[in-house]
DNA sequence: GTGGACAAGATCGTATACAATCCTGTGTGC
DNA sequence: GCACACAGGATTGTATACGATCTTGTCCAC
């Protein structure tokens, strides 16, 4: 599978979306030779697309080392949470208020596909529909730094997801983005607002973050 | 001024700095080859500095043509400055309620020291540790994510105001800081929260944001 | 005199070569 | 048998060379 000719962009992207579909575990090491010959391209390209992807802290580089597919602490998983707690309500309302009626029928599909996808048995695709629901709303509340901000978090929530998920089970998505979608309908600013609040604390509660921790992780405790 | 050995780190540090105090002005092209010079260092290694100074937003990227100095448009600054209404007042309450009595003396050397850069006469350092000061409350609320958000907006911010400051006189840093650090001092969180939504909405005033376009910059009116 | 085409120079994009660093396995001394 | 030292291999860090693309200055046709 060696494409010729990939972009920098295009390599940090693919690897992105196989970090975010559990395809590569978290710790995995990514050798700058080994990608690079996957590609078809040389060390220099791998490593500008790395650069982007440790900028996005879904991978660790590590001096004279290598770079390894990032394995979020609880702590910062909580404070990813904590950072989007922060930005996404507000932005939330914005949206809200601002939508057009092109933006809530490209929602609307969006939502369509989750559910498709959800239907098809294909939960990998399902949880990153989900997370690009997030980020549009970021964008149709017009602000392009936030957006930004929302994206990264976005990244590695899904990392996060991957990693923490306790009960695959049911509530994936529950109807949140659906309840979400008819707040913008009515542009309903304030409940917009409230309900990305609680659809977040509902998230990170289904992660079980805010229990014991079941896997710190480090190597010492996870082996003995 | 040929520093041999300089690593990436270095390099783009230096070059942020030079942004910030306004030693290079916005626009600038950053040549490879000139900077590599420069710093004694290869186009490899500069490369690596320019990619994470085109992360920052502090310099625009542009294929085969090279590396400029960000030129904010005022849209772009008005979204940095909402960005941070959204995550530091919050951030403050948190700091204010966790700051210890070392954090509380660190801030107040650090008020001095900004007192004494105005009093100097030095209004470039003064900035810088006047946005120093924002990021150590960030830190202080042991949010390290919205931590490092806060630093990049900061960054932005230093460079949006070498820009668009309009009136220099006074109000620089009125005494808002001030204020702030007492609330730290008498664990006031909710006052902190208003004091810090208060000093950015008077920074963004300062700034003439608001007002009608006093240099939205395509050359074509610029020059006629 | 104006407009477009072309060519030369400069600059960036990528590949490759070499140096520096780190990991690991082996051997030796105690 | 254990610990330490050292050497070999592998991998990253950096420099340099070459190719691709853009800019710009010149020349010619109209």
């Known amino acids: 599978m060696t494409e010729q000719g990939a972009t920098s962009d295009h390599i940090a992207d693919r690897i992105a979306e196989a970090i975010f579909e559990h395809r590569i575990n978290p710790g995995t090491k990514l050798g700058e030779d ?7 391209v040389s060390r220099t390209v791998v490593r500008a697309a790395m650069q982007k ?30 950072a989007r707690a922060l930005l996404e309500p507000r932005t939330a309302r914005s949206a809200a208020e601002r939508a057009t009626s092109a933006d809530l029928e490209a929602l609307q599909r969006h939502i369509d596909d989750e559910h498709q996808a959800l239907a098809a048995g294909d939960p990998g695709r399902a949880l990153h529909l989900s997370g690009v629901f997030h980020i549009e709303i970021a964008r149709i509340a017009d602000q392009s730094t936030i957006a930004e901000f929302v994206e990264q978090l976005i990244a590695r929530s899904s990392l996060i997801i991957a990693l923490y998920w306790q009960r695959r089970a049911a509530l994936c998505e529950s109807h949140a983005h659906d309840a979400i979608l008819r707040t913008f309908a009515e542009r309903d600013g304030d409940r917009a607002e409230e309900l990305m609040k609680s659809h977040l604390l509902d998230l990170v509660s289904s992660l079980g973050l805010r229990d014991a921790p079941p896997a710190p992780r480090t190597l010492r405790e996870a082996l003995r």
Do not use: C, K, T
């Open 34 to 40: 080994e990608v690079g010959e996957i590609y078809g």
């Open 53 to 82: 992807l440790a900028h996005r802290r879904l991978i660790d580089l590590r001096r004279n080392r290598g770079a390894f597919v990032a394995q979020p602490s609880m702590r910062e998983a909580r404070e990813v949470f904590e």
